[in-house]
């Protein structure tokens, strides 16, 4: 499937390798699950190509790879913004070649064209971008930044779903509670969450200790998974409790479940986050509820039966965060 920026073509100066060296880079810089960064990026042939790597699949926490999937979805978005930034076109092919299952997409730069302002923005958020698993500090988004937070979605054939409704909120604390409960009397996605998280000799994936905590608070909400122990003096807001987190909750939904509808929700997702991060928002993952297939479903019911959910994202105002560690070998 094609997905150009533009539908012209034309001939124009290539990317030097310095430029071959950023669009790999903005590609790594992609958030996963488990930060296992599941991506195997090149530049073959006058494009930067996306693979997926199966040694970094989780078998027990995203069976299917639909995370994995997405992952490579979000490595794409980066790429394509890029190569948008360095002031060229941006030639984008999702599945290019069905026979190769672990191929999900490339971008070709083309001809010259000045980027647009808001992608020189986008694209300098991709570095700022980090994953925030402290307490929000519970001052509301706007209207105008949630309506832009969903046309970056719907540009990617998405919709953002926010959960307003304090019904639907409190069934979603449920479901991630009891997705939660789940995961954790499972043993092999319990010694997969052990392989990666919380390892202080992880220097380039994973989440290394003290980024991650095993236990969750038993009065948090929503950061069940990464959050436990005492919250610090110094990460408290001014006249706050950040134990009280109540973050805007939103959900990317893509209209098919297959590994396109996943590509494609990947993207939509990478470009609310940087929208969200140029406008100075913070953001993490709730990813548990859709990890399990029966809590998946209720999820779906809850959205209306009609959107396949594909990740929850918790936003807010944060603290400034430390990046997750990156690897060396993202390429081939």
């Known amino acids: 499937m094609r997905q150009d920026t533009d539908a012209t073509t034309g001939s124009g100066s290539p990317p030097d390798a310095a430029e071959i060296a950023q669009l790999l880079a903005a590609g790594a810089a992609a958030p996963s699950s488990h930060n296992t960064q599941p991506w195997r990026l090149?530049?073959?042939?006058?494009?930067?190509?996306v693979h997926g790597d199966p040694d970094r699949?989780?078998?027990?926490?995203?069976?299917?790879?639909?995370?994995?999937?997405?992952?490579?979805?979000?490595?794409?978005?980066?790429?394509r913004l890029t190569v948008r930034a360095q002031g060229r076109r941006a030639h984008?092919?999702?599945?290019?070649?069905?026979?190769?299952?672990?191929?999900?997409g490339r971008v070709r730069p083309g001809a010259a064209l000045p980027p647009t302002g808001w992608e020189v923005e986008l694209a300098a958020a991709i570095p700022r971008r980090h994953t925030d698993r402290h307490p929000f500090s519970g001052r509301p988004i706007s209207a105008a930044l949630r309506e832009q937070l969903g046309r970056a979605a719907w540009r990617e054939r998405c919709r953002l779903v926010l959960v307003d409704g304090s019904e639907q909120r409190r069934?979603?604390?449920?479901?991630?509670?009891?997705?939660?409960?789940?995961?954790?009397?499972?043993?092999?996605?319990?010694?997969e969450w052990e392989r990666w998280i919380g390892h202080s000799d992880r220097v380039d994936d994973g989440l290394p200790h003290p980024r991650a905590r095993h236990e969750p608070r038993p009065d948090d909400a929503w950061r069940l998974r990464d959050?436990?122990?005492?919250?610090?003096?110094?990460?408290r807001f001014p006249g706050e409790d950040p134990v009280e987190d109540e973050p805007t909750i939103a959900v990317v939904a893509s209209y098919d479940d297959t590994r396109l509808a996943h590509v494609q929700a990947g993207q939509a997702m990478e470009q609310v986050l940087l929208t969200a991060t140029a406008r100075g928002l913070a953001s993490s993952f709730v990813a548990s509820p859709l990890e399990v297939a029966t809590t998946r479903v209720q999820v779906r019911a809850l959205l209306g039966g009609v959107l396949w959910?594909?990740?929850?994202?918790?936003?807010?105002?944060?603290?400034?965060?430390?990046?997750t560690p990156r690897r060396a070998d993202t390429g081939d």
């Open 42 to 49: 090149r530049w073959h042939d006058g494009a930067v190509e």
């Open 57 to 79: 699949a989780l078998a027990a926490a995203d069976p299917d790879g639909r995370e994995l999937r997405m992952a490579c979805g979000a490595a794409l978005a980066n790429v």
């Open 92 to 104: 984008v092919q999702l599945l290019p070649e069905p026979e190769e299952p672990w191929f999900f």
């Open 171 to 191: 069934q979603l604390r449920e479901l991630t509670a009891e997705a939660h409960r789940r995961q954790r009397a499972d043993p092999a996605f319990v010694a």
């Open 227 to 235: 959050f436990a122990g005492t919250i610090a003096a110094d990460e």
């Open 309 to 323: 959910p594909q990740m929850v994202l918790r936003l807010g105002r944060g603290r400034s965060v430390h990046p």
